[in-house]
């Protein structure tokens, strides 16, 4: 928490920075193969710590990948509908 405060946005900046490769991606899941449950757990990690500000792209990863789950769950009770009807 102190070297959020001191730093700031460039403590954001460094651990987002493309010069670092993969070595922080494990901490902060937002690919697409990344599970929702890990993604919720890294935000509520760092938000307890005190890194609340470092999570703003995974909530919104988040909130993204949870559209994309209600669609594709919507799609499939359709089709699953429109099976149903052919018997």
């Known amino acids: 928490q102190e ?3 001191f730093m700031g946005q460039q ?3 460094r651990l987002f920075d493309a010069n670092y490769g993969t070595a922080f ?3 902060f899941p937002m690919g697409a193969d ?3 449950k890990d993604t919720r757990f890294s935000i509520n990690f760092f938000t307890t710590i005190g890194l609340g500000g470092l999570t703003q792209e995974m ?3 988040l ?3 949870h559209k994309e789950m209600i669609a594709q769950q919507q799609m499939e009770s359709s089709s699953d509908d429109e099976d149903g009807d052919e018997e």
Do not use: T
């Open 3 to 5: 070297m959020s405060s």
């Open 11 to 13: 403590l954001k900046q």
């Open 25 to 27: 991606s494990g901490l």
């Open 34 to 36: 990344a599970s929702p």
């Open 59 to 61: 909530r919104a990863f």
């Open 63 to 65: 909130k993204e990948k």
